[in-house]
C-alpha cells in the first residue's frame, strides 16, 4: 500500500510510518538498477541494499517514477517492471522529473532525481554507487553531471564511493568546493575512486564514525541549503586490481569516445565497457561498494534521526 497527500507522490506505507514516527529512512536510486548494472546482478544487488539498511535499523526507499508517479519505496516487483529493457524506463535527472510527471512516463531516478524526491518526501540520506562528476574534457563539452549541482541545493546527505575513475577527479572535488557541498572521507583522508579506494587526491575531512557524520550533517544544515558527501571507499580487499583497473580504464574512455555517445549515455555505457574489459570483476566491486554505501547510510540515518528527535 502506498500514500501521499503530496501531488505526485506515492510513498510505500512503511516508509510514510518510519517518516511520521521520526525513524531512520535511507532512500535509494534506482539508476544504477536499470541502467548501471547487468541482470541479475541489478535486481540482487538492490535487495541486498534493503536487507543491510533493515539490518542497521533503518527504513529503505528505492525512489523511480512508475508512469508518471514519484515512487518513494517499491517492492521487488515494481523494482523488476521498472528494470525490464521492453519497458524503455528513461533516465531521470532533476530536471526531468516534472516531464516525467506530465508525460506519465516510467523512470530510473539519478542521484540528482533520487535526492529531488527524497528530499520532497522528507529523507534526508540516501546511498548510491558513485556519484556523478565532471567528465574529462569537459572544458570542450561542458558534460558536468547534475549530480553535482543539485547536492549544491539539496538538503541530502550522499554516501557514494568518490566519483567514477572515467571522470575528472580533480575537477569535481574543485567543483564540490566551489559549490559549497562539504566532502568527508568515511574512515579514510583520500577521495576514493570508486573501483579502488584512493583516487590519489587528499580530502581536508575526514569522519570516523555515524555519529560524527551525522552530528557534522544536522549541523550544517542549520545555516546552509546543500546536501553533504559521506565518500566511502570500497573494503580494501574487495577493490579491483590496479594493473586491471588501469587498462579497464583506458578501454573504456577508448571505448566512449570511439562511439561517439554524448549526455547521459556515457555514464552506462563506459560501464558495461569496464564490464567487458574486467570480464565481470567491475561488476563484483560495484556491488560490493553499492551494499557498503547503503549499510553505512542507514548507520548515519539512525544517528540523525536521533539527533533531530
Ligand atoms: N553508481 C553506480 N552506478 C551508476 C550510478 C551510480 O554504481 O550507474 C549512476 C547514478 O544514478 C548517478 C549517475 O547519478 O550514475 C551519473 O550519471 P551522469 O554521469 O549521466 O550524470
Ligand atoms: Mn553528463
Redesign the pocket.
Known amino acids: 500500500m502506498t500514500s501521499s497527500t503530496m501531488p505526485h507522490l506515492a510513498i510505500h506505507d512503511e516508509v510514510a510510518t518510519a517518516l511520521a514516527e521520526g525513524r531512520a529512512v535511507v532512500a535509494l ?1 534506482t ?2 538498477v536499470v ?3 547487468p541482470a541479475p546482478h541489478n535486481l540482487e544487488v538492490a535487495a541486498e541494499c534493503e536487507v543491510v539498511v533493515r539490518a542497521a535499523g533503518a527504513v529503505p526507499a528505492t525512489i523511480g517514477v512508475v508512469q508518471g508517479v514519484l515512487t518513494v519505496g517499491m517492492g521487488p516487483s515494481v523494482l523488476e517492471e521498472l528494470a525490464d529493457p521492453g519497458r524503455h524506463s528513461a ?1 531521470l ?1 532533476a530536471r526531468d522529473l516534472g516531464f516525467a510527471v506530465a508525460t506519465r512516463c516510467d523512470g530510473a ?4 532525481g ?1 535526492i529531488a524526491v527524497a528530499h520532497y518526501a522528507g529523507i534526508a540520506v540516501m546511498a ?6 565532471v ?1 574529462r574534457g569537459a572544458q570542450i563539452t561542458y558534460d558536468e ?3 553535482l549541482t543539485a547536492l549544491s541545493r539539496t538538503p541530502v546527505l550522499v554516501v ?1 564511493s568518490g566519483v ?1 575513475s572515467i571522470l575528472d577527479i580533480g575537477a569535481t572535488i574543485e567543483r564540490l568546493d566551489s559549490l559549497g557541498v562539504p566532502v568527508a572521507g568515511y574512515r579514510t583522508s583520500q577521495f576514493p575512486g570508486f573501483y579502488r579506494r584512493d583516487s590519489g587526491f587528499d580530502l581536508d575531512w575526514r569522519v570516523e564514525s555515524p555519529e560524527v557524520a551525522a552530528a557534522a550533517f544536522a549541523a550544517h544544515r542549520n545555516w546552509s541549503p546543500t546536501g553533504f558527501l559521506i565518500a566511502n571507499p570500497v573494503d580494501e580487499d574487495r577493490q579491483l586490481d590496479a594493473t586491471v583497473h588501469d587498462e579497464a580504464l583506458a578501454a573504456a574512455l577508448a571505448h566512449a569516445a570511439a562511439s561517439g555517445v554524448t ?2 549515455d ?3 555505457i563506459v ?1 558495461a565497457e569496464f564490464a567487458r574489459a574486467t570480464a565481470g570483476a567491475s561488476v563484483r566491486v ?1 556491488r560490493d ?2 551494499v557498503s554505501n547503503a549499510s553505512v547510510a542507514a548507520q548515519i540515518a539512525v544517528v540523525l534521526a536521533r539527533l533531530s528527535s
Do not use: F, R, Y
Open positions: 536510486e539508476t544504477i541502467h548501471g548494472l533516465k535527472s531516478t539519478t542521484v540528482a533520487t548510491t554507487g558513485g556519484l556523478g562528476g567528465h553531471s547534475a549530480d557514494a567514477k549526455g547521459k556515457v555514464t552506462p560501464l560495484n561498494l553499492v
